[in-house]
């Protein structure tokens, strides 16, 4: 059982940054993949990226050059660093975890991102 808690969403400017955290606890395993989804009110929900456990990350084309995951294995966590936000980002952030060895996914609360004026 892996508990999944996103934290950093508020509301920030066009043009600002934001960064976001995801914090996992519980059965957790050296062998995952942490993925970032969004879905805007009104919108399907959207895959933003991911980082496996080697560092490796991929990103949507909406966010490349803009976004950034990075994790810590010791302290499992991950962070999404948004930077150039703009009011199209404006969505529920969440982060799921995906463990390769046992295939189990969960899934966080998610958290509000808002970029307006």
């Known amino acids: 059982q892996v508990q999944l808690v996103e934290s950093g969403g508020g509301l920030v400017q066009p043009g600002g940054f934001l960064r976001l955290s995801c914090a996992a606890s519980?059965?957790?395993?050296?062998?995952?993949?942490i993925n970032w989804y969004r879905q805007a009110p009104g919108e399907e929900r959207e895959w933003v990226g991911d980082?496996?456990?080697?560092?490796?990350?991929n990103y949507a084309d909406s966010v490349k050059g803009r976004f950034t995951i990075s994790r810590d294995n010791a302290k499992n966590t991950v962070a999404l660093q948004m930077n150039s936000l703009k009011p199209e980002d404006t969505a529920v952030y969440y982060c799921?975890?995906?463990?390769?060895?046992?295939?189990?996914?969960?899934w966080g609360q998610g958290t509000q991102v808002t970029v307006s004026s």
């Open positions: 799921t975890y995906h463990d390769l060895r046992t295939g189990k996914h969960y």
């Open positions: 980082i496996y456990s080697s560092g490796n990350t």
């Open positions: 519980g059965s957790i395993s050296s062998t995952n993949i």
